[in-house]
């Protein structure tokens, strides 16, 4: 079965600064799509980013960027000059390409915490 | 984007009543409905999935009698807990796949349940 482990229960960084949060999966898959979910105050899943296991090239969306190491089943998130709108929860999800239901996987979460 | 309406985001009830929280998807067709329990500080955690027209596969160890999901129309999908009890007492989300070959999910609000 596939898992996703996050292994950083809690992260802080200064505002402006560069944080990255880790994120691990195991999958026998060779198709499959990685997910970066923000969960604020306000409980509301939001997604921040994804990646398709194909695409070798790394997706970026504007401060929010991943490094992607497929062999190593690694799906780093790298969030440059961070805010403070960006304290939240940050899950990292895996979805199967080929499963018709998209269930997505999910891990256990790690809290960002922005410092002023 | 699409969007999935969930209400009541807050709900109070007396221990032995039932409560329905209902997701609906406002301008797309939601065939199927994942339904999560999130625990605080936790990931989120598949309940079951609605399928409209048929039954609900829900996950091991949820109870099927308790946690009754319809999903009449697809647009609609609905979730009763009856019988509450406080060890009830979480926050529910309800999330729509992505349709039309798109890989986003789409959340609703979610509801935080309190049973006294």
């Known amino acids: 079965a596939q898992t996703v482990t996050q292994s950083q229960p809690e992260m802080s960084v200064q505002e402006a600064e560069t944080v990255t949060l880790s994120c691990t999966y195991d999958?026998?898959?060779?198709?499959?799509?990685l997910f970066w979910y923000k969960q604020p105050p306000s409980r509301q899943m939001i997604l921040v980013i994804r990646q398709e296991a194909y695409k070798q090239q790394n997706a970026t969306e504007n401060r929010f960027s991943v490094n992607f190491q497929k062999a190593a089943k690694s799906f780093s998130l790298k969030i440059s000059d961070s805010q403070l709108g960006d304290a939240a929860m940050y899950f990292c999800a895996y979805r199967e390409t080929m499963d018709s239901n998209y269930q997505l996987i999910w891990g256990a979460g790690t809290k960002l915490i922005i410092k002023p | 984007g699409a969007v999935v309406s969930q209400h009541p985001s807050r709900v109070i009830c007396k221990s032995g009543t039932s409560v329905k929280i209902e997701c609906r998807s406002l301008?797309?067709?939601?065939?199927?409905m994942f339904w999560y329990r999130q625990f605080p500080k936790q990931s989120l955690m598949l309940m079951a999935t609605?399928?409209?027209?048929?039954?609900?596969?829900?996950e091991q160890g949820v109870e099927k009698d308790k946690f009754l999901i319809n999903h009449a129309s697809l647009t609609l999908s609905t979730l009763t807990v009856t019988s509450a009890h406080p060890e009830d007492s979480s926050f529910y989300i309800c999330s729509a796949p992505a349709t039309g070959g798109s890989t986003e999910a789409f959340f609703g609000q979610g509801t935080r349940l309190t049973v006294v």
């Open positions: 609605s399928n409209e027209g048929s039954k609900a596969t829900y």
């Open positions: 999958t026998s898959e060779s198709d499959y799509y």
């Open positions: 301008d797309f067709q939601a065939t199927t």
